[in-house]
């Protein structure tokens, strides 16, 4: 279960990207943090396995960009092989959605995989 956290300065008027980002980035990132030859839920994701938080910059918060992408993923070896192409691909779907819609704004994405457990109440 990756969690895709989107930091987001709200003095940009980004209150509609990030709810098209709520909508494209699941794809995005299942497309590209799945691990076709695993189970599902052990290392294969779909789209409804993300799970996405946007949450808006505070003042305070310094040296940011307009949007920051933060994707937490468990540490599969499979996944740290090729983890800066993973990381590339998906900054090239979101630069693309952006130049598509025309956004002038500019982003990161940051990948950090780690030993997760995850259950549900």
């Known amino acids: ?13 980004l209150v509609v990207l990030m709810e ?3 909508e494209i980035l699941p794809a995005i990132v299942a497309a590209n943090l ?3 030859d695993h189970e599902r839920h052990d290392g294969q994701v779909a789209p409804e396995d993300i799970m996405i938080w946007c949450r808006e910059a505070k003042r305070i918060d310094a040296n940011g ?6 994707i937490f993923a468990h540490e599969y070896v499979e996944r740290k092989a090729n983890l800066e192409e993973r990381k590339d691909a ?13 956004w002038g704004v500019k982003g990161s994405v940051w990948v950090l995989l780690a030993p997760t457990a995850y259950g549900e109440i």
């Open 20 to 22: 098209s980002f709520s």
């Open 65 to 70: 960009k307009d949007f920051e992408i933060v």
């Open 34 to 36: 799945t691990l076709s």
């Open 90 to 102: 998906i900054i090239h779907s979101v630069r693309e959605y952006l130049l598509d819609n025309n």
């Open 1 to 13: 279960m990756p969690l895709v956290i989107v930091n987001y300065k709200p003095n940009r008027g």
